[in-house]
């Protein structure tokens, strides 16, 4: 028997405060309801008039530093300018505010120091308070004061400051206190919280189907032509043309990810194979993915002809008629008909088509509450002392969502709520926590990569609608040295449908959208087309403002999850002795029943059998209500929590060393020969193994094969004879009667068995197989 996963790595359900209201049965009062309320000191400096020269110019440089206790943020400065606009806004949290009073001052930027030239003072205790959706705080003039607190004679500052929450408008883009070590706007812009919109991804079909006049330049010899499409960073080849002629034909398809906006064209090379490892290109062309047709069905788009040239130009573009000239014959669309996969298929969070025409209205409404986290892993060494600076991504359909950057806090607080439309309920939402590692802008920390903390998947047939899930995730993470629990982080999960009919339907509806199963894509054609599709992906992400980086984008969507582990297959393995196990322990009790270990439950299964027997119109209502009934028992003891990893599952906690340096290794390995030997000898036996027990199925079904093949003359004879025989026994005998005798003999008691192998099993053993002729 197993025991109980470790305290630590489970689950554990939370009461938090939120929306600042009170829950009513699974639904709560207020608006922001899914995070526990954070109050802040927002300071919006509009702009300033009439500022006084502190120079012999007339003009000066001015900025506004506003500062509260310790913290101190600034605007950017503007040169030569007595009446700037700045529009910025400052927040300072309410549970490290440190004084009583909000100084804001404008100076004067200098080489030397920056000149004072007035100031404004608020008491805390005058601030009003602002909660949406109530409109925006109108700012107001102030006249600026000396150090004094006199009035200056020139000079004034449009401010507006309220107390608000983390659900004001200004929240994502103002300035924070907790982020006061953070320098430059493109270290300000990396911690800010953002929402992303993956590329339309589209399939792009081009069937290659012949070639015309092509002019190879040796004229004595049969070309082997074959054609080559590049499309971006994918490259792709038809096999050569068995026709080996000026005219090939090939009628093969090749596969292409593209995305919107479509940046690059489709280049098509007609190349001739003169000698191995040297091509000749006989002709090229270009396609602009914007003139191509876009397929929502399976009904083919109609072919064209390409001229080839010797260099390539664009289709569409303006040039001079051609007399001559090879030519290609193609069939080029977009199909809309499909989902491009850029996830794997078991965690994948959106099941619609391309193209929009074909999706299915929404059938309700996924809210996520990013509360917390606790006890983070210290991720990077700063002055000596360990630190974290901690994010966190999520991602559901195209939307992807970045919390802002927790700056060196074990327990950081986001408090951030998103929403996202569902359209099918079995899918799964991902949230992975990251440490930030580019807060001084840019790639200027020399290449350094955000280090993953771990990450939450959350699939949404799991969950009751309309309930409110608090919980706390373990953020596990695997190490070559063994898994490693790096925090845990606290979310809030509410799935609201909006209509309970339409998404019990979607249940008899297929996974994916039809064209999946009209043209299906083979396995290899998925998987390289998944890889596009994620390269695809991040390079698009990588390239927002602030980039969502490649490495988070990666480890979001499970690249390389498919490469060989030795834990995932022993994982693998017992899951489906996990499955098997139920039918492992009807045939025990089964036996048990036969061997008469329980005299009065035999005697029941032999009453039982002996009426679904006589009446065998109850055979299948007897079952059907059986699992009825079992399902109403399972009831009480529904999982009343969402799922989550499971270390003991995943053989995480169990793993070897070396398996697990195995499973890190790169593609191809950088291990020393000594150690591939090795883990190559490792595998080689797992394979014997795996090769005899396929072996043993493969010789049991040609003995079923051999029972009428004449390969053993007197076996077939003897199974020839023998179903003449039970032909004419069951043609006059009642089927009852056979079936109570049948029954009857198998659960004979022991008195009446023996131990030496049955007679039917014998004779099977006996059939021949082809591992004879096995060399």
């Not at 689950?11 to 639904?27: A, F, V, Y």
């Not at 006049?213 to 960073?233: C, M, W």
């Not at 806090?409 to 926590?433: H, L, R």
Request: charged share 25%.
């Amino acid at each position: 028997m197993q025991r109980p996963p470790p305290e630590d790595f489970s689950l554990k359900e939370t009461n938090p405060h939120l929306g600042g209201g009170k829950i009513s049965g699974d639904k709560l009062t207020s608006t922001y309801d899914l995070v526990e309320q954070m109050q802040y000191l927002y300071v919006r400096v509009v702009k300033a008039k009439d500022l006084p020269a502190k120079d012999v110019t007339g003009s000066c440089d001015p900025y506004v530093e506003v500062k509260l206790g310790n913290y101190k943020g600034t605007t950017r400065h503007f040169e030569k300018k007595t009446n700037p606009e700045w529009n910025q806004v400052f927040a300072f949290s309410k549970d490290r505010l440190q004084a009583s009073v909000l100084e804001v001052t404008v100076k004067d930027k200098d080489v030397v120091k920056d000149d004072f030239i007035g100031r404004v003072m608020m008491d805390l205790n005058e601030i009003p308070k602002r909660v949406p959706p109530d409109s925006p705080l109108a700012p107001q003039w102030y006249r600026l004061e000396d150090r004094k607190g006199d009035k200056i004679v020139k000079g004034e500052l449009m401010l507006a400051v309220w107390m608000g929450t983390q659900a004001d408008e200004a929240f994502p883009e103002a300035w924070h206190s907790d982020a006061a070590t953070v320098s430059g706007t493109d270290g300000l812009a990396n911690i800010r919280s953002k929402v992303y919109l993956s590329p339309k991804l589209w399939y792009l079909r081009v069937n290659v189907i012949e070639a015309q006049d092509l002019q190879p330049s040796d004229k004595g010899r049969y070309p082997e032509v074959y054609v080559k499409a590049i499309l971006g960073n994918q490259a792709l080849r038809t096999r050569i043309s068995q026709s080996r002629s000026i005219n090939p034909m090939w009628n093969e398809d090749l596969m292409f990810v593209a995305a919107e906006p479509f940046e690059e064209p489709l280049i098509l090379s007609v190349e001739d194979r003169v000698a191995p490892g040297k091509d000749e290109v006989l002709g090229r062309c270009a396609i602009p993915l914007q003139y191509v047709d876009r397929r929502l069905d399976h009904k083919p788009v109609n072919t064209k002809w390409y001229n080839l040239e010797r260099h390539v130009i664009m289709e569409g573009d303006k040039k001079k008629d051609i007399k001559f000239a090879s030519r290609l014959h193609m069939r080029i669309c977009l199909e809309g008909g499909y989902h491009v996969l850029d996830e794997s298929t078991h965690y994948s969070s959106d099941l619609r088509p391309t193209a929009k025409q074909l999706w299915k209205s929404s059938i309700g409404v996924l809210e996520l509450g990013i509360l917390n986290a606790q006890g983070l892993m210290p991720m990077k060494t700063k002055d000596g002392r360990g630190t974290t600076d901690a994010y966190c991504v999520a991602k559901y359909g195209q939307k992807w969502i970045r919390t802002r950057t927790i700056i060196d806090s074990a327990m950081p607080k986001w408090n951030e709520q998103y929403t996202w439309e569902v359209f099918d309920p079995c899918t799964v939402i991902t949230i992975g926590v990251f440490d930030n590692c580019h807060l001084h802008g840019g790639d200027k920390a020399g290449g350094a990569k955000d280090s993953r903390i771990g990450k939450v998947r959350i699939r949404l047939s799991t969950l009751e609608t309309d309930r409110v899930y608090t919980h706390s995730y373990p953020l596990l993470v695997l190490h070559p040295n063994g898994v490693k629990k790096m925090g845990e982080i606290h979310l809030a999960v509410r799935f609201t449908c909006s209509s309970l009919l339409n998404m019990m339907h979607m249940y008899s509806l297929p996974l994916l959208p039809k064209m999946h199963y009209i043209h299906p894509l083979t396995v290899t054609q998925l998987d390289s087309l998944r890889h596009q599709a994620t390269q695809i992906v991040s390079m698009r992400l990588s390239r927002a403002e602030p980039p969502l980086r490649k490495e988070v984008v990666e480890y979001m969507l499970d690249v390389g999850s498919h490469m060989w582990s030795m834990r995932r297959s022993k994982a693998n393995f017992f899951r489906i002795m996990g499955v098997l196990s139920g039918l492992i322990a009807v045939g025990k009790w089964f036996d048990q029943i036969c061997n008469w270990k329980n005299p009065i439950t035999t005697v029941l299964i032999h009453i039982l059998f002996i009426i679904l027997v006589m009446y065998p119109e109850l055979i299948l209502p007897t079952i059907f209500l059986y699992l009825f009934l079992i399902g109403v028992w399972y009831y009480r003891w529904r999982p009343r929590h969402p799922p989550h990893m499971d270390t003991r599952l995943s053989h995480a906690d169990s793993a070897h060393p070396d398996e697990l340096d195995e499973e890190f290794d790169t593609f191809p390995t950088s291990r020393p020969s000594d150690i591939v030997r090795m883990r190559y000898d490792r595998l080689r036996s797992i394979a014997g193994r795996i090769q005899t027990v396929v072996g043993d199925l493969a010789t049991q079904g040609e003995r079923l094969q051999s029972l009428l093949s004449w390969r053993d003359p007197r076996a077939t004879a003897l199974f020839v004879i023998f179903c003449l025989v039970a032909a004419i026994v069951l043609y006059v005998t009642p089927f009852q009667v056979v079936a109570l005798l049948t029954g009857f003999y198998v659960l004979r008691h022991p008195r009446f068995r023996h131990k030496l192998p049955s007679v039917p099993l014998n004779f099977f053993r006996r059939l021949p197989a082809r591992t004879d002729c096995m060399l």
